[in-house]
């Protein structure tokens, strides 16, 4: 194999399916040789890879979750084997429903091949749906509300690419399944009900862990693009809280080792845009 041409190859190590007990080996992204060029990070701390003249372009994102080839029970690495016994039977007899919902979102895909953008969307939908069934102590919901936002990365990825095919709209719904789960998961974390630090990294990107600061972040930056608008009051209420969290938690404008200027940065500036709507909200409402 000439690796220097490739840009994944499958581990040596399989992997087997607690499901099913398909024996399978996960596909890896390989390292150095100028396949990853860094980009910009966007608003929502994804980081964007610019297409290299020797490998075109790479999305690292869409090789990390583990797929069951066979049964299509998908999670983050650190949890694929994980899975406790009522989550195994509750997810055993689903395998045919999960391959039909996902025919009705993205098809062809094939797990055992080298993996596309549309493997990728579909591995992330797969983990959302397989977290329902885990353990509070796996962190599920913060883990479907990653899943959910990355797939929305994909979906966008996939529109760029077939403009004509839907995938826009599937970002959207995608969107506004990652406001409902990082505002259930926050809501989880502050009741003691699942906590954020169960999770190995929070993300939301794969290059950098922003942890709980980043979740709150996002989880803010969801509630004003995607947050529901049609009772001016209670959207009110929300950003008033969105804002005040944003200040409390990044203290706005004083950078450190701990909360990066990248993060502040944007902070900042949803900060501010949250702080416009509220004078527009208040200005009506009176």
Not at 60 to 84: R, S
Not at 100 to 114: D, I, R, T, Y
Not at 181 to 188: D, P
């Amino acid at each position: 194999m000439d690796t220097d041409k490739k840009i994944t190859f499958f581990s040596k190590n399989s992997i087997y399916c607690p499901l099913c007990d398909t024996k399978f080996f996960k596909e890896e992204l390989f390292s150095g040789g100028g396949r990853l060029v860094a980009g910009k990070l966007t608003e929502e701390l994804r980081r964007l890879y610019e297409p290299s003249k020797k490998f075109g372009e790479v999305f690292p994102l869409i090789y990390y979750v583990v797929v069951c080839p066979n049964c299509y029970y998908a999670a983050f690495p650190e949890d694929f084997t994980q899975l406790d016994e009522h989550g195994i039977k509750a997810l055993q007899p689903k395998g045919i429903a999960r391959r039909q919902a996902l025919s009705l979102l993205v098809q062809p895909v094939n797990f055992s091949q080298p993996r596309t953008l549309k493997e990728g969307l579909a591995s992330y939908f797969l983990a959302l749906e397989s977290y329902e069934h885990f353990s509070k102590k796996n962190a599920p919901t913060i883990k479907r509300g990653i899943a959910a936002l990355r797939a929305s990365w994909l979906a966008q990825d996939l529109h760029r690419k077939y403009p004509n095919e839907n995938y826009d709209y599937l970002s959207r719904l995608f969107y506004r399944k990652a406001h409902f789960f990082y505002s259930e998961a926050m809501a989880l974390e502050q009741s003691g009900k699942e906590t954020l630090s169960e999770a190995r990294n929070l993300g939301p990107d794969l290059d950098k862990n922003y942890g709980y600061d980043g979740v709150l972040y996002i989880m803010g930056l969801l509630e004003f693009h995607y947050g529901p608008r049609k009772n001016p009051l209670k959207r009110l209420e929300r950003l008033s809280n969105i804002k005040r969290a944003i200040s409390k938690s990044h203290g706005i404008g004083k950078a450190s080792k701990s909360k990066p200027s990248a993060i502040l940065d944007k902070a900042k500036d949803l900060y501010d845009e949250v702080g416009k709507e509220i004078a527009e909200l208040e200005s009506a409402v009176r």
